[in-house]
């Protein structure tokens, strides 16, 4: 994982298709099409408790400063404090309510790192008993549209304040430069006092009082020689400003030291003093903790599952995933975290990581200078694990320091109960702009969010997408190829028409979330007198069969494949579907 200083190539945009026709290639054409279930509905089993259907929370940016402490239940809703509450509804039919502040995200920002670590920071916020019964309660909220929008890091773009405060960090940054203050201070010429201290050293030795008349005089032209030597050394000696780097960007050498720069201010409100002594303490930090020895080191590969980068969100956001169920392993649990030398290792490890991460970001003004992070909580261990809560406390503290608005944003997905109540304590002392940043996904929601904020092609295979690791056992697809998403309505059918105008070898992909449905292929053709082929018989998918089919098939003459998706369950579902075609060869 070598460090860069170029910017990732952004994923691919591919638009999300909710509607009947989409065109494909020249040589097929696609169409939807939508009818009654013909699935005999069996018995339904509940739907998701309340905690599954209030899975979803995504604080909002608000435009006023946080609010104090939130109110008892029975106030009103504090209006700088928003939440959106996705519904069980349409992706296109997305609703946002407003809550008490019910989200949360660790104070400054931290990209690969200990945010996803803080398996104990919970998330939903204020009023106890709402959260969990959001579900019940989303029609007494207000709406709210408000979304958190990353700030320009162009100087144009800034307010007249961002700008002036930004002129100001800049001086005081390059008279540190000057005076060297990052490092130490420059080191008195040594000529100076040496040469200062030689004149009281050498009068003993002359001995004046022994005879004065003759020794006098040869005694004054050595004094009034040290003295002229003393003023000329006094004259101030040109010593060249210190260089300085972070994350390998050198400071005030190009634009791309001003998004550092603003990212200290935001993180300090653009109070130009605080961002400095902010910078100045990073600077040392850095120095103490031997970052840029630490990045060329080899720390092993045994926590490669534990996070990882996969993919870009639909901004062009490279996304780190951070799966903290790898912890249910024992055997890695004590390797990692059973005493202090083990933890520090583990500490180092992950600013490694995040250092490597960063290296690769595009610093330009407009460039992407943030990482979205994903949290996974399935199985993670609970906040009773005093050496995880040890580690993460630490490493929190380390970021929160020392790596500012580094997140685009913060995506809890699969969490559990504990991770709720342990946020309604503490998200009283998170800013607004850190929880704006926070989703919050239980379960049921995980592969509905993630598609929301990344396309289904570059999220992976375990979490809902069709993304896998770069080896031989996808060789047709790669997140080059862009996935069409179909929502598929309770009691309903949905047909994807693939028509063929020539003979080719039709190749497809297709996935329904979770499945519960049956899916089915078929190639129909033109001809009337020819038969119709079944590529799939029918087939009822359980949520534990293979997550993706994988078909392919030779068309030799016009006609039609079908791929049939029917839902009969009172559930809607979410159909992913990606297709190539490749010439035709006997």
Not at 85 to 100: D, F, I, L
Not at 333 to 358: G, P, V
Not at 426 to 445: D, E
Not at 476 to 486: H, K, R, Y
């Amino acid at each position: 994982m070598a460090s860069s200083d170029q910017s990732p190539p952004p994923a691919p945009e591919v638009p999300q298709v909710d509607s009947p026709a989409v065109v494909a290639s020249p040589v097929v054409t696609v169409s939807v099409t939508e009818s009654d279930s013909t699935v005999k509905t069996e018995k339904e089993e509940p739907l998701a408790s309340a905690s599954d259907s209030s899975a979803i929370i995504e604080t909002e940016k608000e435009d006023t400063p946080p609010p104090p402490p939130p109110p008892p239940p029975t106030e009103e809703v504090s209006e700088s404090a928003s939440v959106e509450v996705a519904e069980q509804v349409e992706p296109s039919q997305s609703v946002v309510t407003e809550s008490k502040s019910l989200a949360v995200m660790m104070e400054k920002e931290q990209p690969g790192l200990l945010e996803s670590q803080e398996t104990a920071i919970a998330a939903v916020d204020t009023t106890q008993e709402e959260v969990a019964v959001v579900s019940e309660e989303k029609k007494k909220i207000p709406l709210n549209l408000v979304s958190f929008k990353e700030e320009s890091n162009k100087v144009d773009d800034l307010s007249d304040f961002e700008r002036k405060a930004l002129q100001e960090l800049k001086q005081l940054v390059q008279k540190a430069l000057d005076t060297h203050l990052f490092t130490s201070p420059p080191p008195k010429p040594p000529s100076k006092e040496e040469k200062g201290a030689e004149p009281p050293s050498d009068a003993p030795k002359t001995e004046p009082p022994a005879s004065e008349s003759n020794k006098t005089t040869e005694i004054k032209p050595p004094e009034e020689n040290p003295e002229k030597e003393t003023k000329e050394e006094t004259k101030p000696e040109s010593i060249p400003p210190e260089e300085v780097s972070i994350w390998g960007i050198p400071l005030l050498k190009d634009d791309r030291s001003d998004v550092i720069l603003l990212k200290f201010l935001r993180a300090r409100d653009f109070k130009v003093k605080d961002a400095f002594t902010m910078i100045k303490n990073t600077i040392q930090w850095r120095k103490e903790f031997e970052i840029d020895k630490l990045v060329e080191q080899d720390l092993g590969d045994d926590l490669e599952k534990v996070v990882f980068m996969h993919g870009y969100d639909r901004d062009g956001h490279p996304v780190c995933y951070n799966v903290y169920g790898e912890f249910q392993n024992k055997e890695l649990y004590q390797k990692t975290f059973s005493d202090e030398a083990k933890r520090m290792k583990f500490l180092r490890w992950r600013i490694q990581f995040l250092e490597r991460s960063i290296r690769k970001l595009d610093f330009s003004p407009g460039g992407i200078s943030t990482i979205f992070q994903v949290n996974d909580l399935h199985n993670s261990p609970g906040p009773g694990k005093r050496e995880l809560r040890l580690a993460t406390k630490k490493a929190l503290q380390l970021l929160q320091d020392n790596y500012p608005e580094f997140v685009a944003k913060q995506v809890f997905i699969n969490v559990p109960w504990w991770y709720l109540a342990f946020y309604t304590m503490i998200s009283p002392f998170m800013t607004q702009r850190t929880k704006s940043k926070f989703v919050i996904a239980g379960p049921a929601r995980t592969a509905e969010i993630l598609f929301k904020y990344i396309s289904p092609e570059q999220v992976p295979i375990q979490y809902g997408g069709l993304s896998v690791d770069f080896c031989d056992c996808n060789p047709e697809f790669s997140t080059d190829d862009p996935v069409t998403e179909i929502t598929v309505k309770p009691g309903t059918k949905q047909t994807v028409e693939i028509t063929n105008f020539e003979t080719c070898v039709l190749v497809w992909e297709i996935r329904v979330v979770g499945w519960e449905v049956s899916y089915g292929a078929e190639f129909v053709p033109n001809a009337k007198d020819n038969y119709t082929v079944i590529i799939q018989k029918p087939k009822k998918m359980a949520p534990r069969d293979e997550p993706v089919v994988c078909h392919s098939f030779k068309v030799g003459e016009v006609g039609k494949v079908l791929l049939t998706v029917d839902n009969p369950t009172s559930k809607k579902k979410k159909l992913l579907y990606r297709f190539k075609v490749k010439p035709f060869s006997d």
